[in-house]
């Protein structure tokens, strides 16, 4: 069998996840993130490893186990399931788990501390410094705020004076200061790289304490040249990284370690960017390539804490709006490496706006055509000869180059973006080409082209998405009649590929709903938003009293006449005809209230109905309640006539539904 080169390789790590506390929103997001990039590379065609896992060792597990009642290795069993269970609940497809009380990672461990040991970097020293707890380390000076407290946990450490194993850190100071400059993409967002820099131009690098004498804590790694000692957390908890590939000597090591990423937020930068590139250098191997960093959630700019209530359950989100619609949101609303402010209500929106209009519409769309213009079977496509069919190549080929360079940068809401722009353009290429107008008029040649290049790019719209919504691309792949292969595809050929796209005469799904919408409904008592899915009938708006309007006369309007006007965007949601009026739609519109707005329309002599579905439109909100031929209608559908029929009023640009005209 032929060897993958390096570069067709990938390695992506989670942090281990410290077991003192039940996985919240922060582990999710991390672990999401590892699992989208991971099937992307696999999607690339790279052979990729994907390691998570918990860290189990410490004070902080002793303290916390003897809170619950129970030793320390009950404590960490108990909580290290509950990480591994909510990996098949947000669909992670992580290749290990690994767990620092396992065998073979304190088997690699000690065969790491003998190798550094021997190389002259481990020396016995007595120490008093200023410990803390939370974490786990000794501070200096410089680590204290201006009280003397720790700035993380705000307290005051405890002054211990005791003799330890010390790491010669400071030993490799220049060489890290020099590797990282030498390497940009070493530590990023760049930021970060900065951060580090400024850490090691600080001061000397102090060298760091990598044990605990049993006396004081046993729970732990024993040292294999000192059976009085255990390894300090930090000490033990980065090696995993190189446990979980099977150790130094094995052949997944040499295979993978060249393309080593690690994934961590921001606040074990430190650990990760400083001591793990120094442990490797004394041990004899080569740093990892790449440290990714993100930042925080926040809940109305504040950081998530358990004491402060505020933590978002992730499986709560999953239940709540589907797992694909969460994992979307997290990759489309974080710039990675930047804090980022979590909201159901903002949630909300990016399900409604990117996945129920413009994608779950664009799905939708398309297929009813395909089964009303060609009986649900992919057409034979001719010659592509209009400049609009042109136009929508060249979107998609900038949309799939500028997609697959900034995703594996870990740019993840800019390549979503630029994916997006594919989308929403393809809506309009659908407004564009019309083709109910094509199917009116005969042109059948034409008609093929467009459907079979709207259902192809809709095909590597699917294969794209996979990364961060699985389930939803495979839904798509099914709904064009095709099973998901992820070994028989090649992402790159993918955004290179136009000719005929799909299979000539695939039988294709008769109908998608693949994101329903969503209502807000405010809740008075604590003024968050319950949701809900649409349901007219359940959630009728009051009947409002019948009232005459005298026709106006048509002159001078004073501004206070305006005034009296609501006029607001929307978008249509459904339009059916009216069961008694041959000339009549009955439309749903999403005018950004709790339930839709019923309005009838007298459009259907002059627009099909796949050109209104998904269509921003302006309605007259304030006018009062009638019925039309037994069907009440809440507002007008703004349009102007002219001798080709009629034009819809809407924006230059897509804004937010319930946005006043003024």
């Not at 497809?93 to 501390?113: M, Y």
């Not at 190389?119 to 000794?138: M, N």
């Not at 239940?319 to 949630?347: I, K, P, Q, V, W």
Request: glycine share 8%; charged share 25%.
């Amino acid at each position: 069998m032929k060897r993958r080169a390096a570069l067709d390789r990938f390695f992506i790590t989670t942090p281990i996840y410290y077991v003192n506390a039940k996985p919240h929103l922060g582990h999710a997001y991390t672990t999401i993130v590892a699992d989208s990039i991971a099937r992307y590379h696999r999607l690339a065609g790279h052979e990729t490893f994907f390691l998570t896992g918990t860290d189990e060792h410490g004070d902080k597990i002793v303290e916390a186990a003897a809170k619950a009642g129970s030793s320390p290795q009950q404590y960490v069993d108990t909580i290290s399931e509950q990480f591994r269970s909510l990996l098949p609940e947000l669909q992670i497809s992580n290749d290990d788990f690994i767990r620092t009380t396992e065998e073979r990672h304190k088997q690699v461990v000690r065969d790491i501390l003998q190798r550094v040991y021997d190389a002259g970097d481990i020396y016995l020293s007595e120490y008093e410094g200023r410990y803390c707890t939370g974490c786990e380390q000794f501070l200096t000076d410089k680590d204290l705020d201006a009280n003397g407290l720790c700035p993380d946990h705000k307290v005051a450490p405890t002054v211990i004076k005791e003799k330890n194993y010390f790491f010669r850190m400071s030993k490799y100071q220049d060489w890290l200061k020099q590797h990282i400059q030498d390497n940009p993409e070493f530590i990023r967002p760049e930021h970060y790289r900065n951060e580090v820099l400024s850490m090691l131009d600080m001061g000397v690098l102090d060298d760091l304490c990598i044990s605990r004498p049993k006396s004081r804590l046993d729970w732990g790694i024993e040292l294999p040249f000192d059976s009085g000692y255990v390894t300090y957390v930090w000490f033990d908890a980065l090696i995993n990284y190189i446990t979980g590939l099977g150790g130094p000597d094995s052949e997944n090591f040499s295979k993978f370690w060249p393309r080593a990423n690690h994934l961590v937020a921001k606040d074990i930068l430190k650990p990760h960017a400083i001591f793990w590139p120094t442990m490797l250098k004394a041990a004899g191997f080569e740093p990892y390539q790449n440290l990714n960093v993100h930042g925080y959630w926040l809940m109305q700019d504040t950081k998530m804490s358990k004491s402060l209530g505020n933590v978002v359950e992730p499986l709560a989100m999953r239940d709540t709006y589907g797992l694909d619609a969460f994992r979307y949101f997290l990759l489309r609303e974080m710039r990675f490496g930047r804090d980022a402010s979590f909201s159901e209500r903002a949630l909300v929106g990016r399900l409604n706006a990117d996945l129920a209009n413009d994608l779950g519409n664009l799905f939708s769309r398309v297929l009813s055509m395909t089964h009303k213009y060609f009986g649900g079977e992919v057409p034979a496509m001719g010659q592509r000869s209009h400049a609009e069919d042109v136009e929508i190549l060249d979107l998609a080929l900038n949309s799939f180059a500028n997609y697959q360079q900034l995703f594996p940068r870990f740019q993840f809401g800019r390549a979503l973006e630029a994916l997006w722009e594919l989308v929403r353009g393809l809506n309009k290429y659908v407004d564009v080409t019309a083709p109910w107008t094509l199917f009116k008029n005969g042109e059948t040649e034409r008609l093929a082209m467009v459907i079979g290049t709207l259902l192809g790019l809709m095909r590597k719209i699917a294969l794209h998405i996979w990364p961060v919504m699985p389930q939803t691309a495979e839904t798509m792949f099914a709904q064009l009649g095709g099973e998901f292969d992820p070994s028989a595809i090649d992402l790159g050929k993918e955004a290179e590929a136009f000719g005929d796209f799909l299979q000539t005469g695939t039988r294709l799904a008769k109908a998608s709903n693949l994101f329903p919408r969503v209502e807000f409904k405010e809740v008075e008592s604590g003024g968050q938003a319950e949701p809900r899915q649409d349901n007219p009938k359940k959630d009728k708006q009051p009947k409002q009293p019948k009232t005459q309007q005298p026709a106006p006369e048509v002159g001078i309007a004073e501004f206070a006449d305006f005034q009296k006007l609501d006029l607001r965007l929307g978008t249509v949601l459904s339009a059916e005809p009216h069961p008694e009026a041959d000339r009549l739609y009955v439309v749903k519109i999403d005018l950004g209230e709790p339930q839709p707005r019923q309005v009838v329309a007298g459009l259907r002599e002059h627009l099909e109905v796949e050109f209104l579905v998904g269509r921003q439109v302006v309605v007259v909100a304030n006018l009062a309640p009638r019925k039309l031929r037994g069907v009440e209608s809440q507002g007008m559908i703004m349009a102007v006539k002219d001798k080709d029929g009629l034009q819809l009023l809407t924006a230059t640009g897509l804004v937010e539904n319930g946005s006043k005209v003024s």
